[in-house]
């Protein structure tokens, strides 16, 4: 059937413009459509970039708080030395600090032989020491109260790296997350680093604060992004620090 008003040169017209303006609109609605979500898209990402600021000026925050607290007890403990040094006294300090500081997992420090007081023999398997006496006290609160053991695998490459780094670099450091057994359970934590240097430059000791991932996987778990965005916190080695996903922490 054909319809009346396509007959003749007239009809063909009102065909061709009318399938021009139709061709028109769709481009049209093409173009809007894609410059609108380009620019949802736009929107979405700048919300997204001013979110992870804010998270990524928050965690700093955080994490430099607690480098301020290992910087100020590794200061302390030198200070000691210079005067009397006492592992009492030093104890107290580390357990203070701790306390002080409800969001730190522990509070430690290991040093080199003899190299606190000089007196290792004295404090062989000793509350907070190990067989070699050396003075490498552990203030945590991996059970809920604050209990002191001696650190373990501090001479061990890869275990130890939370000793061994800084101690190698002569630098702070913030170790990259790992595992460590403390409390009788192991913890998935990083840990924040002072080396503590003599006269001549060497590294004696190293004072350092703890601080467990699934506190912080906590934290940004319950942070949302828009409808379905996340926040996670990466270290610089490429590692998982935090995500809501904790069975990613580490990996």
Same mark, same amino acid.
């Given at each position: %059937?054909?319809?009346?008003?396509?007959?003749?040169?007239?009809?063909?017209?009102?065909?061709?413009?009318?399938?021009?303006?139709?061709?028109?609109?769709?481009?049209?609605?093409?173009?809007?459509?894609?410059?609108?979500?380009?620019?949802?898209?736009?929107?979405?990402?700048?919300?997204?970039?001013?979110?992870?600021?804010?998270?990524?000026?928050?965690?700093?925050?955080?994490?430099?708080?607690?480098?301020?607290?290992?910087?100020?007890?590794?200061?302390?403990?030198?200070?000691?030395?210079?005067?009397?040094?006492?592992?009492?006294?030093?104890?107290? %300090?580390?357990?203070?600090?701790?306390?002080?500081?409800?969001?730190? %997992?522990?509070?430690?420090?290991?040093?080199?032989?003899?190299?606190?007081?000089?007196?290792?023999?004295?404090?062989?398997?000793?509350?907070?020491?190990?067989?070699?006496?050396?003075?490498?006290?552990?203030?945590?609160?991996?059970?809920?109260?604050?209990?002191?053991?001696?650190?373990?695998?501090?001479?061990?490459?890869?275990?130890?790296?939370?000793?061994?780094?800084?101690?190698?670099?002569?630098?702070?450091?913030?170790?990259?997350?790992?595992?460590?057994?403390?409390?009788?359970?192991?913890?998935? %934590?990083?840990?924040?680093?002072?080396?503590?240097?003599?006269?001549?430059?060497?590294?004696?000791?190293?004072?350092?604060?703890?601080?467990?991932?699934?506190?912080?996987?906590?934290?940004?778990?319950?942070?949302?992004?828009?409808?379905?965005?996340?926040?996670?916190?990466?270290?610089?080695?490429?590692?998982?620090?935090?995500?809501?996903?904790?069975?990613?922490?580490?990996?």
């Amino acid at each position: %059937m054909k319809i009346p008003f396509l007959r003749g040169l007239t009809g063909r017209m009102l065909l061709l413009i009318g399938s021009a303006v139709l061709a028109g609109l769709t481009l049209m609605t093409v173009v809007v459509t894609h410059r609108v979500t380009q620019a949802a898209r736009a929107d979405a990402l700048a919300l997204a970039r001013q979110r992870a600021e804010a998270l990524g000026g928050a965690a700093r925050a955080r994490l430099d708080g607690a480098m301020t607290t290992a910087r100020t007890l590794a200061h302390a403990c030198k200070a000691l030395l210079e005067k009397a040094p006492q592992r009492g006294t030093a104890d107290a %300090m580390l357990r203070q600090a701790l306390t002080d500081n409800p969001e730190l %997992m522990g509070v430690w420090s290991v040093w080199e032989p003899n190299a606190f007081d000089g007196r290792d023999a004295e404090f062989v398997n000793k509350p907070g020491h190990d067989a070699t006496g050396r003075y490498v006290p552990n203030w945590n609160r991996a059970t809920g109260a604050i209990a002191l053991e001696a650190n373990r695998d501090y001479a061990v490459a890869g275990a130890g790296d939370y000793y061994l780094l800084p101690k190698s670099t002569k630098r702070e450091c913030v170790i990259e997350p790992y595992v460590y057994k403390v409390g009788g359970r192991e913890v998935l %934590m990083t840990s924040l680093v002072v080396p503590v240097h003599d006269a001549a430059g060497a590294v004696i000791g190293v004072v350092g604060v703890d601080i467990a991932l699934a506190a912080l996987g906590g934290e940004l778990g319950s942070i949302k992004v828009g409808d379905r965005g996340y926040a996670a916190l990466i270290s610089n080695g490429g590692l998982y620090v935090a995500h809501p996903r904790m069975e990613r922490a580490g990996k």
